[in-house]
């Protein structure tokens, strides 16, 4: 990999060369944007509806479908058997999601479980909901899916999820990630750093009070019960204990002022 | 290219007057020439849905019906797909019509009417 552009230009393969296309002896080199010395294809299945597929982008030279600018070599799609028609070599199904035109999925019978799976496969019949799992072909513009798998949905629930699982991955490539409220984390923990500290109910409440104040000496116990009125003292006093002996906080000028360890 | 059918529920119905909807609904009544029934939907919405040519078959259970809408209220059905019991013994209508709502936000995943 390094030794031909090294002889070939003498220059020990670190540096770009017109003879050296695919830039697999660049690696690392900046200024050569675009060449992947990793030609390995891309794996990431997306789900979609048939809408998707064939409105998707094309990239002939490289067989690449995009959509939003996020390259899938597989997709999953959700949808009714309109049509099935056996023969030998392989099966043809007839997709309909609803979404657009519907779109021919092949099953072909020469797997190693093609004997096996024939028999499973011939069970889907008209009218039936399925997934279908298997990547994008074309030929002469007419896009179609290999079925890798095609399995009958035994829930109806599939169908709501399959909506809901399109639109999200949809949304997230297109837009990106959206930060995560740290509420998910299933109690709020609003430390500003996002960070879940770990701490639940008042152990968290009194952490984050003392967090919020930036004075030097920390925070007055006092100032702690005036802002969670209703809690008695002692429960405070058992909370800061537990959080100085973890050491969220840690004692100032006496035991009544407090500071949090935490951030800046 | 085709448009497709917007999957809709009772009240996105008024949203897509004269397009092509998708409904999946439970049959409430048949009528009985067996031209027409209603549909009790995931947001228990009444729609009334008119067949081209008189049922033959029984209609019970969950049905998803295409067709155009008129009205609010009513569908012209293209065709429908029973639904096998089977497999809605454990269904969730009201996470499908959230689904439904979300989905046809906006319409970059399916093929819309060019109008």
Known sequence: MWGESAFENMQGGFLPTNSDPFGAGTQGQPGQPGQQANRTKMQNMMPVTLAMIHKAEHLE?????????????????????????????????????????????????????????????????RNQYVRVCGPVRVFQAKRSVIAFRILPVEDMNEISRHMLEVKFVHLVLTKGEKKQPAALGGAPSSNSAGFDSGLRGLNQQVAQLIGSCREDIGMHIRGICDQLKGVPEAKIRQAIDFLSSEGHIYSTIDDDHYRSTDGA | MDSGYTRVNGSLMGNFAGKKVCLLGKVKTVSPKGDSFVLNTTDNMNINVRLNSPLDTMLEGYIEVVGHSTNRTEIICDSYVLIDPAITTAFDPKTYNKAVELFSKNNSCYIQDAN
């Open chain 1, 61 to 125: 030279s490289e067989n690449k479908f995009t959509i939003g600018g996020i390259s899938f070599s597989q997709v999953s799609v959700v949808g009714i058997v309109r049509n099935v028609e056996v023969n030998n070599i392989n099966i043809t199904y007839e997709i309909d999601d609803y979404s657009g035109p519907t779109m021919e999925v092949k099953y072909w019978l020469d797997g190693p479980d093609g004997g096996e799976g024939m028999a499973q496969e011939q069970q889907i019949a």
